[in-house]
């Protein structure tokens, strides 16, 4: 991944910067899905690509439960669809986001959340 000399989140504004920084392909063709299904995952993968960017490299380590791996958490209601902030947890046989979701630091995912607010409410209630 090619850095400059900025931080993090003045090179990642957009899903396409993020594309351009991992050198990942555009969004797949969900074609062959159900259409009611296929925003979903046009989200979960411009997240996931987001999400490398901004980790620039950092896979989080499950064997390490003393390694904080933070996520964004939304509040929901039929008329509105909010950050709340960012937490971080010990993983068990439960996931409260996708693995692949997880930030290495709390101001990480606090950016991710506001900057691709819309991003997540389609992942959420796509």
Not at 4 to 29: H, M, S, Y
Not at 57 to 74: A, L, Q, S, T, V
Not at 101 to 119: G, M, P, S, V, W
């Amino acid at each position: 991944m090619k850095k400059e000399n900025k931080k993090i989140t003045e090179l990642v504004k957009t899903f396409e910067d993020a594309r351009k920084l991992t050198g990942r392909p555009d969004v797949p063709d969900f074609s062959n899905l159900p259409t009611d299904m296929r925003k979903h995952f046009e989200a979960q993968y411009k997240m996931i690509v987001i999400a490398e960017a901004l980790n620039e490299g950092w896979i989080p380590d499950w064997d390490n439960y003393n390694e904080y791996k933070y996520y964004p958490w939304f509040e929901m209601s039929p008329s509105s669809f909010a950050f709340d902030g960012s937490f971080y947890d010990c993983a068990y046989a439960y996931a409260g986001s996708g693995s692949r979701l997880k930030f290495r630091t709390r101001e990480l995912a606090n950016y991710a959340a506001e900057q691709f607010i819309d991003i997540w409410k389609d992942i959420q209630i796509g």
